[in-house]
């Protein structure tokens, strides 16, 4: 199990508590986002995804080019 969560950091970077906006100390009920964390977490969300978009986008530019 240790493993496996070590394993996502790895892949994502992020620990838990910013992968899914969830802090152990935090019960879920009592953590509300402001207006600014929203924001910045959108953000964050977004840039990720483009970093992962990123290779497989240039990987299908070259199959392309490899094709013509």
């Known amino acids: 199990m240790r493993n496996r969560h070590r394993r996502?950091?790895?892949l994502t970077g992020l620990p838990?508590?910013?992968r899914f906006w969830y802090s152990p100390a935090i019960?879920?009920?009592a953590a509300e986002l402001t207006p600014e964390q929203e924001l910045d977490f959108l953000k964050a969300e977004a840039?990720?995804?483009q970093d992962?978009?990123?290779p497989v986008e240039q990987r299908i530019q070259e199959l392309e080019r490899?094709?013509?």
């Open 8 to 10: 996502m950091y790895e």
């Open 16 to 18: 838990g508590w910013m």
């Open 27 to 29: 019960p879920w009920g």
């Open 47 to 49: 840039q990720q995804l």
């Open 52 to 54: 992962e978009l990123r």
């Open 66 to 68: 490899e094709q013509k």
